[in-house]
């Protein structure tokens, strides 16, 4: 990230599993009398048909060359009209931000990771990613050029600051393929910053002015501890901030959370269909009405959102889905054993409350065992304040469940909870030394030979070089997982040569998931990058010096090696995108 606000203009760009957008402001107006104004925040209307939407949905349709055609609702109703033939020759994708998620530490995510669309054709991942970061970006500057501002912002990389939000949960080899696709898009490295979602929510709810703050300014105070609950559509991630006595935020906790987003609320409702009329008679009607399919669940998606009212849930549906089957529907649902649960009225469907909120409760008791074990822990002492951001925290069930679960805390919702992170973003990229210090999420540190002691290295790791005896592969630690760093810190050690004539000196940089790993190979401990450091002043032999120098803080870990003689700094790239 070599991006650090003051530009004139800001643009975040909220990229989401179900729904993408972007929020920009210009600095006079945001930072007038020195006040955050963040009612000089500004989004742009989606057209949704009959409704103007703040977010489009995260829908990408390409021809059958790869090239860019249309994207979000202008992407849904096009492939929607398409013939079915023509729909195959196409290529369309839809809420594929989850490949990026780690769930297992498992993942490899390379450049050369492919996607599959709807229809089982695969692309490059990255080229996916990349034509939706690049029409959101050029959706903002052609808005500009009607209002004949286009001249304002040349050169964009001195005029405007992008910030692109990810979730504080994804790991590094995300983040890193998020950069990539936006470089790609056009946005250069110096000019964007990478911002994590549950401290964009808490600066959005740190900002909002008295007379909309209410509950949010009063969980704002100094020394107050709150949990950001970000529910987005794929994940849900926790983080516990603090307030400073000078009014910042400081992470207390690392974050945490997991797909339990409301894509999987979608699935069960899904399942429950393909159940009633069979896997492939449902795939028949998604393929053959795609439009319906997509109205179907955009339904689902203004129903989850709605307040719970009544014994049962009446949803319209598609015409077309009570057809596809050559069997009665009403009949196919009984003779599923749904009878009791599900009925059908024309193009309404009528679900009993407690199967209805059956969809929920897999993702949500996941979301309320987390937020316990989270405010059992010993760092969440003095927590009372849940602050419920993102689109899926806008779903009533979700809240119900939060509060009747956590009496003693104070649930906070903040207005327009869903643009929470978009909006929030913004004020990053103005301020990101609003976010005062962070948990580091792993323990960093670089290989090195020490002086071997016996009884207490063991003998495999003995090692002679230049005469003496070393214990090799040991991990140096620079900071531990779970420390708080603040904003710009750093850590810096010193090390000295093997051989009198050595000409340069290598680093080798390794994470471990564990807080006090000994070696290099021990369990969870995994190189992340190199870097040579030249040492061609060989005067002073073994007694010279060479430091390395871990630079914390940011949403991102830099390191450089510098040679004391010279004083010339080398930095390191990290490379996370294996095998590519």
Request: proline share 4%; net charge negative; with cysteine.
């Amino acid at each position: 990230m070599s991006a650090s606000g003051g530009t004139p203009y800001v643009v975040a760009i909220d990229f989401g599993t179900t729904y993408s957008g972007y929020a920009f402001s210009m600095r006079g107006n945001f930072l007038k009398n020195n006040e955050k104004n963040i009612n000089e925040i500004y989004t742009v209307p989606w057209n949704a048909g009959e409704l103007l939407s703040e977010k489009t949905p995260t829908t990408l349709l390409l021809d059958e060359d790869q090239n860019f055609d249309s994207f979000g609702y202008e992407a849904e109703n096009t492939y929607s009209r398409l013939p079915e033939e023509e729909k195959r020759k196409y290529f369309y994708f839809r809420r594929f931000k989850m490949m990026l998620y780690d769930k297992d530490g498992n993942l490899k995510i390379t450049r050369n990771t492919k996607l599959k669309d709807m229809t089982d054709k695969e692309m490059l991942a990255i080229e996916v990613f990349t034509h939706s970061i690049r029409y959101l970006k050029d959706h903002f500057l052609k808005n500009f050029e009607k209002q004949n501002l286009e001249k304002a912002l040349l050169p964009l990389d001195k005029e405007i600051t992008w910030v692109l939000t990810v979730p504080a949960i994804w790991d590094e080899p995300a983040k890193q393929f998020m950069e990539e696709a936006a470089e790609k898009a056009g946005i250069s490295k110096s000019s964007l910053m990478i911002c994590l979602e549950p401290e964009a929510a808490a600066m959005y709810c740190k900002c909002l002015p008295i007379e909309k703050g209410g509950d949010c300014l009063s969980a704002m105070q100094p020394g107050r501890r709150f949990i950001v609950l970000d529910g987005g559509g794929g994940t849900i991630d926790m983080a516990i901030q603090e307030v400073t006595d000078d009014g910042k935020l400081k992470e207390i906790d690392r974050a945490q959370g997991g797909d339990w987003g409301g894509i999987y609320v979608d699935a069960q409702f899904k399942e429950m269909l393909e159940e009633i009329v069979s896997k492939p008679i449902f795939e028949a009607f998604r393929m053959k009405f795609t439009g319906d399919y997509i109205d179907l669940f955009r339904f689902f998606e203004s129903k989850k959102r709605e307040k719970s009212t009544g014994k049962k849930v009446r949803m319209q549906v598609p015409q077309s889905l009570l057809n596809i089957s050559d069997e009665d529907i009403e009949t196919l649902t009984r003779d599923k054993g749904l009878g009791d649960n599900v009925t059908w009225k024309r193009d309404k469907i009528f679900i009993e409350r407690t199967k209805y909120e059956g969809f929920f409760n897999h993702v949500i008791n996941k979301i309320v065992l987390k937020v316990e074990e989270m405010l059992l822990s010993e760092t969440a002492q003095g927590t009372d304040v849940i602050l419920m951001v993102g689109g899926f925290s806008e779903c009533d069930l979700l809240q119900r469940r939060i509060r009747e679960s956590f009496p003693s805390c104070k649930v906070v919702i903040p207005p327009d909870c869903g643009l929470a992170v978009l909006k929030g973003a913004v004020i990053f990229g103005h301020d990101p030394k609003m976010i005062a210090a962070r948990v580091v999420k792993y323990t960093y540190g670089v290989k090195t030979n020490t002086t071997f002691i016996e009884g207490t290295h063991p003998e495999s790791r003995r090692k002679i070089m230049n005469g003496k005896v070393y214990c090799k592969d040991k991990f140096d630690i620079h900071v531990e997982k779970g420390d708080t760093i603040h904003f710009g810190q750093s850590t810096d050690k010193t090390y000295n040569p093997i051989y009198e004539d050595q000409t340069a000196v290598d680093f080798r940089v390794f994470t471990c998931t564990h807080r006090d790993p000994k070696y290099i190979d021990d369990e969870g401990c995994t190189e992340i990058g190199s870097l040579t450091v030249p040492m061609l002043d060989t005067r002073g032999g073994t007694s010279r010096k060479v430091r390395a120098k871990f630079h914390f803080g940011g949403t991102k870990v830099t390191v450089e090696g510098i040679d004391e003689r010279s004083k010339e700094p080398v930095d390191i790239k990290f490379d996370f995108l294996e095998g590519s």
